[in-house]
């Protein structure tokens, strides 16, 4: 690849969606934009909530951390859980600028690879337009 096009290659990451367990019957408010709440029942027959939490779709697009940080806040305090636990966290890579996707897409296979090897993930990443 060439170092000067290399050098122009601005990639942002934040979270995508995060995913939660919560303990008992979660009631989402009306209005409340990028929470989705499922009931489940454990092998117990105990009731919990997963829900998962996409911050992106209830603000607009978020590019810096804390941001995204205090929108997922908020929307945790709207929910009025006591305790949760934190299941899974999807990453966005993403630019702004235009076919960036096209444009870089070796660079994405290795970074992709890279954090597959170090976190010790198979078969798990999604990558699209």
């Known amino acids: 690849m060439d170092k000067r096009k290399l050098n122009n290659y601005k990639l942002t990451g934040s979270i995508h969606t995060l995913q939660i367990q919560a303990p008992g019957e979660v009631i989402v408010p009306p209005g409340l934009f990028g929470v989705d709440c499922r009931m489940k029942h454990d092998k117990k027959g105990n009731i919990y909530s ?14 810096n951390y804390r941001e995204c940080r205090q929108t997922v806040d908020d929307i945790i305090r709207s929910l009025n859980m006591q305790e949760y636990r934190l299941i899974r966290a999807d990453m966005r890579l993403d630019s702004i ?18 954090l597959a090897s170090a976190y010790n993930v198979r078969n798990k990443y999604l990558t699209k337009d």
Do not use: C, T
């Open 50 to 63: 997963s829900i998962k939490i996409n911050p992106n779709s209830a603000k607009g697009d978020i590019w």
């Open 97 to 114: 600028q235009d076919d960036f996707f096209l444009q870089y897409w070796k660079v994405h296979r290795y970074l992709l690879s890279g």
